[in-house]
């Protein structure tokens, strides 16, 4: 693979699963269901939508930084 290449999701599950469950689809899971908690119990849906956003924000900003981190990690193992 050629340092301007990208890896998808899918690859860079497969080689850091633990740290994309953390960082990611732990968060996602948490946003989906604090919305899904308030619309079982006819709660407000103003503050769990916040916290929904708030949380999908930091599972894309988490991703891109594993996404640099491997890429990094790529080059330097290239280097030596």
């Known amino acids: 693979m050629s340092s301007s290449e990208s890896l998808s999701t899918v690859e860079l599950f ?3 699963p633990a740290e994309i469950t ?3 689809l732990a968060p996602v ?3 989906t269901g604090q919305l899904v ?3 079982v119990h006819n709660g407000p849906i103003l ?3 916040g916290f ?3 949380m999908l924000a930091f599972a894309i900003v988490s991703l891109g930084l594993c ?3 491997h890429h990094r990690w790529t080059l330097e ?3 030596e």
Request: aromatic share 0%; glycine share 4%.
């Open 77 to 79: 193992s290239a280097l």
């Open 47 to 49: 503050a769990p939508a």
């Open 29 to 31: 899971g948490l946003a």
């Open 37 to 39: 908690n308030s619309a």
């Open 14 to 16: 497969h080689r850091a």
């Open 22 to 24: 953390i960082t990611v």
């Open 52 to 54: 929904a956003v708030a």
């Open 67 to 69: 996404r640099a981190r």
